[in-house]
């Protein structure tokens, strides 16, 4: 086996599985958010949230029902920037 023709391992970026674009996207929008989100954004969010913790979960409704789903959502999201700030 020749090993000359290796490539060096290619280094993960600090914001893997998501992006340096998705964590401003979630750091600017996450400041402006309180107890509502607005369900233009409810897509991106949830898919980022299945993204880091390797799931692929259906996304809940936007009705009052399904807010504590969404809370865990921007729970997760928030811990996240936050993890990603310090690195």
Not at 39 to 46: A, D, G, S
Request: aromatic fraction near 12%.
């Amino acid at each position: 086996m020749d090993t000359n023709n290796q490539q060096p391992p290619v280094q993960q970026s600090k914001y893997h599985p998501l992006s340096l674009e998705d964590y401003q996207f979630f750091k600017r929008e996450l400041a402006g958010i309180t107890n509502f989100l607005p369900e233009h954004l409810m897509t991106r969010f949830w898919t980022a949230y299945n993204v880091i913790r390797g799931k692929h979960e259906t996304q809940p409704c936007g009705c009052a029902s399904a807010g504590r789903y969404w809370g865990a959502c921007v729970e997760a999201l928030q811990k996240w920037v936050k993890e990603h700030d310090e690195a």
